[in-house]
Every structure is written in C-alpha cells, then in structure tokens.
C-alpha cells in the first residue's frame, strides 16, 4: 500500500462547478499536511497548509480528519485556470520531516 | 532574485552514459533534494542534504550520486547504472530539516536516446 494515495483522475468538470478530492495516508505519525499544485510539465508549488480545524483560502478549503487519516480539498467556483494536478503532501517528524507525495490528482476545467 | 537554479532544463543521454545535473540556490537554505518524477506519478525522494558535505540516501538512491561541497549547490550525478534514468528531475530545498516550506527548482527533463 502506498504511503500516500489519491485518485489519478482525471477529474473533468465545467467551469463554476465544485469539485472535491480526497487523500488518504497510512502513518499515523505524519504530522503535517500540504496541498500542492503542479501545472504540466512545471515544478510543484505549495497551494496550502492543511490544519485539523481546516482551512479556507478564498474558493479552496482544506480539511484534515486524523481518525480517518485522510485530507480533502475542496474547489468552489472552478476556473478555465484551476487546470492542474493537485498532489497530496504528507510529513512526518521522526522521520526528519521528509515530504512524502500522493501520485496526484488531475483536474481538467471545461469551458 | 532569490530562488533555486537548475540545468540543464532538458538532457539526452546515451546508454552507458553518466550525466550530471546542476542544482544552486541563493535562499541560503541548509537543506537540499533531489526527486524523481515520472509521468502521472508522485515524487520519489533520491537523495537529501541537510548541511554542508552530508546527505543520505533517499527511497531510490541506486544508479545516483551526489556531492555537497558547498551550501548553495548540489548536483545530481545519473550513473549508467541507473536502468532507467528517463524521467522530470526537481531539486528542491527548505530553511532546515524541520522547515515544513521546501522550494522547487524548474525541473530537469533526462531523455535516454
């Protein structure tokens, strides 16, 4: 079982539409939690932090349920510009608070 | 500008041969990585840095090298015994080792021909 997991995708959805992914971890010692974004053929950049009492910037909201192991983020009003893949990111502290990464998922935004 | 330099963006190698990729950057961070990506797949961590002349072997060290002789750089060495070297490289770096904000590089993109 991977470390970290997400569905591949792709998602395909129309502009405006609100999409959701989700993303599981098997370490219950991982202790900090990321979304990032990576357009095609780019380097990942860190879109937001994760907390346990979630979070919210602007038309994305992140949420973490540690029970459950697994965090989702959530995009309202989707943009032509949302098109990307979105990866999972995951650390754990004993373990020199190495990023361990979801394969991605892939999001497509139609007109 | 502050940020992390990689070259070459894009590399063909023969068989049998060894390339070296470069990484620098100028945020003066102490840790440095290099990930491996392959396509619609995660990264995969091949080696870490996290001081000046150490760095340890990441899940997939074997056919790679790397040397950190100064703070700024850190550059990635594929060996011919890296069976399938074809793949989007990033180097990365972060303040320190419990600095949760790591920085990409560009990306390297290695073709074997």
């Known amino acids: 079982r991977k470390e970290v997991e997400q569905d591949p995708g792709p998602f395909n959805v129309p502009e405006g539409a609100t999409v959701a992914f989700n993303c599981t971890y098997s370490?219950?010692?991982?202790?900090?939690f990321f979304w990032y974004r990576q357009d095609c053929r780019k380097e990942p950049k860190l879109l937001m932090s994760?907390?346990?009492s979630g979070n919210e910037d602007g038309r994305f909201t992140a949420q973490l349920n540690r029970a459950s192991q697994y965090i989702s983020l959530l995009i309202r009003d989707s943009k032509l510009s949302d098109s990307a893949t979105y990866l999972c990111?995951?650390?754990?502290?004993?373990?020199?608070?190495?990023?361990?990464f979801g394969g991605g998922t892939r999001l497509m935004v139609k007109p | 500008d502050g940020g992390i330099t990689q070259s070459p963006k894009y590399l063909f190698r023969k068989e049998g041969q060894n390339v070296t990729l470069s990484c620098e950057q100028n945020?003066?961070?102490?840790?440095m990585y290099w990930y491996r990506q392959d396509p619609g797949q995660g990264l995969r961590l091949i080696y870490y840095?996290?001081?000046?002349?150490?760095?340890q072997k990441g899940d997939i060290a074997e056919g790679y090298s790397v040397s950190r002789e100064k703070k700024e750089s850190f550059p990635l060495t594929v060996t011919s015994a890296q069976k399938n070297p074809t793949a989007f490289y990033l180097c990365?770096?972060?303040?320190?080792?419990?600095?949760?904000?790591?920085?990409f590089g560009e990306g390297s993109w290695l073709t074997v021909v």
């Open positions: 994760v907390y346990s």
């Open positions: 945020l003066n961070h102490d840790a």
């Open positions: 990111v995951v650390t754990n502290n004993n373990a020199g608070n190495m990023l361990t």
């Open positions: 990365a770096s972060s303040k320190g080792q419990f600095s949760n904000t790591i920085y």
């Open positions: 840095s996290q001081i000046v002349n150490d760095f």
């Open positions: 370490n219950s010692a991982s202790q900090s």
